[in-house]
């Protein structure tokens, strides 16, 4: 059974950090690319960032560049999003996504950011 489960969402302060996490099981994670997606209210799903699954190679949204990174790790199945100078326009849900042979989406974890 596929699973992806994010974690690490919450609320914080303007100019604040937060790390997701994303774990993965029942599939062969690491010939996945994984990415981020968020959503927030009445406003379509948008990418946030994505790394491969060769080489790691990563790509960002422009408005996250310089504040936001992905990684991953292969041993542990996961994926994570460091997340540095919040606005309260990153607020919305964050979606972990898993793209090879299938398509798998999480549940997703809300992100405010409001003082």
């Known amino acids: 059974q596929v699973q992806l489960v994010e974690s690490g969402g919450g609320l914080v302060q303007p100019g604040g950090s937060l790390r997701l996490s994303c774990a993965a099981s029942?599939?062969?994670?690491?010939?996945?690319?994984m990415s981020w997606y968020r959503q927030a209210p009445g406003k379509e799903r948008e990418l946030v960032a994505t790394i491969t699954s060769v080489g790691g190679y990563t790509k960002y949204a422009d408005s996250m560049k310089g504040r936001f990174t992905i990684s991953r790790d292969n041993a542990k199945n996961t994926v994570d999003l460091q997340m540095n100078s919040l606005k309260p326009e990153d607020t919305a849900v964050y979606y972990c996504?898993?793209?090879?042979?299938?398509?798998?989406w999480g549940q997703g974890t809300q992100v405010t950011v409001s003082s």
């Open positions: 996504n898993a793209k090879g042979q299938g398509d798998y």
């Open positions: 029942g599939f062969t994670f690491s010939s996945y690319r």
